[in-house]
């Protein structure tokens, strides 16, 4: 019985580590889904002609299991069952700064506070916090205003946040973001071609650059390791319309994709396979 469990926390293990969470606000029906990074394989979590489908920015609490998105000034979230079971019904929260209206272009999550943060390509270009219960924002810091910072992405296993910037002035890329005090540093750049990316979700070690669409213009999402700031594969967009924005991030216990529970089963069957043989 205990060698079953290691299997099955094993195979759990290994399969958790492929969903990739996008959306873009393209007019009509949008989807928010789940990529398998794995197999590249796309799965429909949530679906609708309103902007509750239609994400700017995406985070996941990967801890409470809930999924944060925004579509302008509007907050929505689901809890992960929710979107498993197809059950979401997500309600918008307002967000707002010094008692006015904000919109956000990127979100991420920050574990330790659990707080989103958001950042504005408009106005007061900064790195704010929000509150998921009141949709509150607060400013932590400025940055150059000759970044143009969309996709957003917080890594709480580095504490390191992470932005993309159209802007040519000072280079199109990934940038690690200091939130205390602005500063950013340029990791990996556009590839070639790409001035427009707005979606970013960053997992061990890598950085999913996603466009928005539609498919037949922008075939693909991009692959970089941040370490050495080089394009590592590609994986085929699922947007069937244009958008003006896209959210995406990473979260590994939202999807048990299918290829798991065949792994799981396969793996099961040879482990009782053994055990017969063993016992004669």
Do not use: C
């Amino acid at each position: 019985m205990r060698s079953s469990l290691v299997l099955l926390a094993a195979i759990a293990a290994a399969g958790a580590q492929a969903q990739l969470i996008v959306g873009n606000d393209q007019s009509g029906t949008a989807t928010i889904w789940q990529v398998n990074v794995n197999t590249g394989v796309a799965t429909a979590l949530y679906s609708s002609t309103g902007s509750s489908a239609k994400p700017w920015g995406m985070a996941a609490d990967n801890v409470g299991n809930k999924l944060y998105w925004n579509n302008g000034g509007n907050l929505y979230s689901a809890t992960f069952a929710d979107l498993l079971g197809n059950t979401a019904a997500p309600t918008p929260l307002a967000m707002t700064y010094n008692g006015s209206a904000v919109n956000f272009v990127g979100l991420g999550f920050d574990q330790a506070s659990g707080k989103l943060l958001g950042t504005r390509n408009i106005t007061t270009e900064a790195v704010y916090e929000i509150d998921v219960t009141t949709g509150v924002a607060t400013l932590l810091t400025t940055y150059s205003t000759t970044l143009d910072l969309g996709g957003v992405e917080y890594d709480n296993a580095t504490n390191k946040l992470y932005a993309l910037s159209d802007a040519p002035s000072t280079a199109r890329g990934l940038y690690e973001v200091d939130k205390t005090n602005g500063t950013a540093t340029l990791k990996a750049p556009y590839p070639a071609g790409e001035t427009d990316i707005d979606g970013l979700a960053v997992w061990n070690g890598s950085a999913y650059y996603v466009t928005d669409g539609p498919n037949t213009t922008q075939a693909n999402f991009y692959v970089y390791d941040i370490a050495t700031g080089t394009q590592t594969g590609t994986l085929a967009s699922p947007f069937t319309g244009s958008g003006t924005f896209a959210g995406a991030t990473y979260a590994p216990g939202l999807v048990p994709e299918p290829a798991t529970m065949i792994a799981l089963g396969a793996g099961l069957a040879a482990l009782a396979a053994r055990r017969r043989r063993n016992r004669r």
